[in-house]
């Protein structure tokens, strides 16, 4: 499970590929 703080660092780096990598995480849990 990602972490609200860590979820945040990535989408300031890469907001696109970080939404899409939640959204699959969110999936998998």
Avoid at 11 to 23: A, G
């Amino acid at each position: 499970k990602i972490e609200d703080e860590e979820l945040q660092q990535l989408l300031n780096k890469n907001p696109c590929q970080t939404q899409k990598e939640f959204v699959e995480e969110l999936g998998v849990s």
